[in-house]
């Protein structure tokens, strides 16, 4: 997508470098940081300089290449075999993080010039995700009508993965499309990803928007000015149930009573057939500070981190909520839209994913 008219990725790689647009500091400066080595990349994760589920998956298999650009050659797997498990400590849900780690991994493995094969590997995957996220657009672009009014929570565009973005690429489609769109980005609270990340996002790609209150979706779905939601996914179970940024759950429950079609979008790679269901899924706790501070600037420009809370009182952060699959109309998928059921991940399992 552009910036200033100019092309950029989410995060790319030149070598032993990886650079990564800064989200911390967005939409205030806009920053790229270069990450010389995997254990800059693992920080890059944990402080959400990139943070997103497909961003983690990019991010975290141009770490474990870094890893295998840094190892001394006759340690070569003792020392990238302890990034693997750094890499893999640096965020929990998104299920992406793990996919990409692997995958590099084990092709490496399986090769006889292992550093090498993970670089290809990597672009490869990377490749992938962005020609994946296109596709989601396009299938998603379709359930979006002219005139229609759409909620989505957190930020599930460009910059939570490498290009386009997961419930924010239909928006895209139909807006250059030139259907007439309207987009209610929820500011998702404690980090702002829908005030901060989305809001950037739209206006870049002038699409109609406003930002609203975390507990202002309810009410406008009552009073019928949310014709659909989308959102992002960082970990699908087996049957459907979906793990996304903290606020889904209520959103969707609320679109379910007030007969608002929700749906969830996002590629192959962020099913987890290994979990049967949501309560398989790990649910990330963030610091409190998060909770208790905010970041922003003042008259002067001065970015600034200023308490917000009652002093000295303790706050609780989880990172994400579990959908039920029941709540869910349906998952925009690179592959086309499918029911959130298990029949229907089954097929999509037997069809593309394999084991
Ligand atoms: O904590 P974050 O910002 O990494 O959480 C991101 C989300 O929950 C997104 O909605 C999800 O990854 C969307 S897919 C790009």
């Not at 190892?71 to 693997?84: F, I, M, Q, S």
């Not at 089954?346 to 394999?354: M, N, V």
Request: net charge negative; charged share 20%; proline share 4%.
């Amino acid at each position: 997508m552009k910036v200033n008219g100019q092309d950029f990725k989410t995060v790319w790689r030149e070598g032993a470098s990886v650079f990564l647009i800064e989200q911390n500091i967005l939409p205030f400066e806009f920053k790229i940081f270069e990450s010389k080595n995997y254990i800059q990349t693992c920080l890059a994760i944990t402080t959400m300089l990139v943070r997103g589920a497909i961003a983690l998956e990019a991010a975290a298999a141009y770490a474990l290449v870094q890893a295998f650009l840094e190892a001394p050659t006759n340690d070569l797997w003792n020392y990238v075999d302890k990034a693997k498990k750094e890499i893999e400590a640096t965020r929990p849900t998104a299920v992406n993080l793990f996919y990409a780690v692997k995958r590099v991994y084990d092709t490496a493995k399986n090769s006889i010039d292992p550093v090498a094969a993970s670089q290809v590997e990597a672009e490869k995957m990377v490749a992938e995700s962005i020609t994946a996220t296109k596709k989601i657009g396009e299938y998603g672009a379709e359930l979006l009508k002219d005139g229609m009014n759409i909620e989505t929570h957190c930020n599930a565009g460009w910059l939570g993965c490498v290009d386009w973005g997961t419930a924010l690429s239909p928006m895209y489609i139909a807006h250059r499309a030139g259907k007439k769109i309207f987009v209610y980005a929820d500011e998702t609270r404690p980090r702002g990803q829908g005030s901060r990340l989305t809001a950037w996002e739209l206006q870049n790609e002038g699409v109609p928007h406003a930002i609203i209150p975390d507990n202002a979706g309810a009410h406008l779905m009552s009073q019928g000015k949310i014709d659909l939601m989308i959102v992002g996914a960082d970990r699908i179970a087996s049957n459907g149930d979906t793990a996304n940024k903290i606020g889904t759950l209520e959103k969707a429950i609320a679109a379910k009573y007030f007969g608002v079609p929700f749906y969830v979008a996002a590629p192959l790679a962020t099913f987890d057939l290994h979990c049967l269901s949501g309560k398989d899924i790990k649910i990330e706790e963030r610091g409190e500070d998060e909770v208790l501070f905010q970041t922003g600037v003042d008259e002067a420009g001065q970015l600034k981190k200023v308490l917000v809370c009652s002093p000295g009182s303790h706050a609780i952060n989880p990172g994400f909520d579990v959908t039920p699959a029941e709540l869910i109309s349906g998952i925009i998928t690179e592959k086309g839209i499918i029911p959130a059921n298990t029949e229907s991940i089954k097929q999509l399992q037997l069809l593309f994913l394999g084991d």
